[in-house]
């Protein structure tokens, strides 16, 4: 009827309506009975495959492999597939004739393929360079600091963020410019409200790592996290994935705090990023109560930048064509036979050691020990 009401002058829409049908459907009908009287129109509404599937004969099948087993080895030009297969039936006059799709599907249903396909493997577990941290005993903060953004009239701006890689407990600090100093009283305040992780991770920007053009240099974010009892752990360099929790979160703050709102003043930008990451906060509350246990900041404590070193701080490399890495201002020799793979590189202060551990995507369970050498970190002491 909703045919016939076109037909009769009712607007495709108008009749798709009147009788409760999808537009699309109707223009369905409306094709398959075009140029025909409504009474001859087949109507059955049977789905467009055969009912029966045709499957290329047995002796065929034997054929187009033998053909492709013989192409393989006495051709002269060595082409052997698909196309290869149909020229040779079609010169040797065999009919009827299966495409080349066909014999394609043929000989991938033989297991004659030349070609492997790709084994997509799952990805490794979140924090799977870290024992403790890939089986989720233990919690890692990263850091990261976002620069370029400028507001009329005051000027640069930048952005301190953190991250829980499992709590996902996050934090911004909008400031005019982001120093180690800024960085240590950031990360002390929010250590302090939330408790104390087991690492924090970072780039190797120098207001985290220290000096580079000193060797041994240990900055003063480093010296908070070990004064603290967290191992600091430094990314490797233009490496992805171990910084994607806090490159994720870089990208969300900058599009539903920085791009989202006119900021007028610094104060504004503030407090714009102070309500998202309170909702954050609250959205994320269950995954936060369930992370990880998180240790308390002792309330008397205070932070000596003089004081002896203790404890570990790791950095993760990708050693050189020559199984060596670059860390602390110096090269190391690891394994000549561990080249341009990764390293899990743990300097023991106390017992002046640096362990290299062998790091594979694949095997993220395993990480086999590949040297241990000896290395004094010296304490240079640094001002207030």
């Known amino acids: 009827m909703a045919v016939l009401a076109v037909r009769r002058g009712l607007s495709i829409r108008a009749s798709a309506e009147e009788f409760g049908l999808r537009r699309g459907t109707l223009e369905y009908w409306l094709r398959r009975a075009e ?87 799952p990805p490794p577990p979140r924090g799977w360079y870290l024992d403790d941290l890939g089986r989720q005993e233990a919690d890692l903060d990263s850091f990261d600091v976002v620069e370029g953004m400028v507001i009329q009239g005051v000027g640069e701006v930048e952005v301190l963020n953190g991250v829980a890689l499992h709590a996902r407990l996050v934090g911004s600090w ?49 010296r908070l996290c070990l004064a603290l009892g967290v191992v600091p752990v430094f ?47 609250h959205r994320a509350a269950a995954q936060i109560e369930a992370g990880p246990p998180r240790r308390s900041v002792p309330a008397t404590w205070q932070l000596n930048l003089a004081s002896p070193l203790h404890g570990r701080i790791i950095y993760l490399r990708r050693t050189t064509e020559h ?38 995507r694949s095997a993220p369970s395993s990480h086999p020990l590949l040297k241990v050498v000896s290395h004094v970190v010296p304490n240079r002491p640094l001002r207030e």
Not at 347 to 360: C, E
């Open 35 to 121: 140029g025909q009287r409504l009474d001859r129109v087949d109507w059955s509404n049977r789905p467009p495959i055969p009912l029966r599937a045709h499957r290329t004969a047995a002796d065929m099948e034997d054929l187009i492999v033998a053909v492709r087993q013989e192409l393989s080895t006495s051709s002269a030009l060595g082409f052997h597939g698909a196309e290869a297969i149909h020229h040779a039936l079609q010169e040797r006059g065999i009919g009827p004739l299966p495409s080349v799709r066909t014999i394609g599907r043929v000989l991938e249903r033989r297991g004659v393929l030349d070609g492997q396909r790709r084994v997509r493997r």
């Open 323 to 360: 199984g060596s890495v670059d860390l602390l201002g110096h090269r190391f020799l690891v394994d000549p036979h561990w080249c341009h793979r990764m390293v899990r590189a743990e300097v023991h202060l106390d017992a002046g050691q640096i362990a290299f551990y062998g790091l594979r």
């Open 174 to 222: 909008p400031v005019p410019r982001v120093t180690a100093r800024l960085t240590i009283q950031a990360i002390r305040s929010h250590w302090t409200a939330f408790g104390v992780p087991a690492y924090a991770q970072f780039d190797n920007d120098t207001r985290f790592q220290g000096a580079h053009q000193f060797p041994d240099a240990v900055g003063r974010v480093t």
């Open 235 to 281: 990314a490797i360099p233009g490496e992805h994935g171990f910084q994607a929790s806090i490159e994720a979160y870089n990208g969300l703050w900058q599009s539903k705090v920085w791009s989202r709102f006119h900021h007028a003043s610094l104060a504004a930008l503030r407090k714009h990023s102070a309500a998202f990451v309170a909702a954050h906060r």
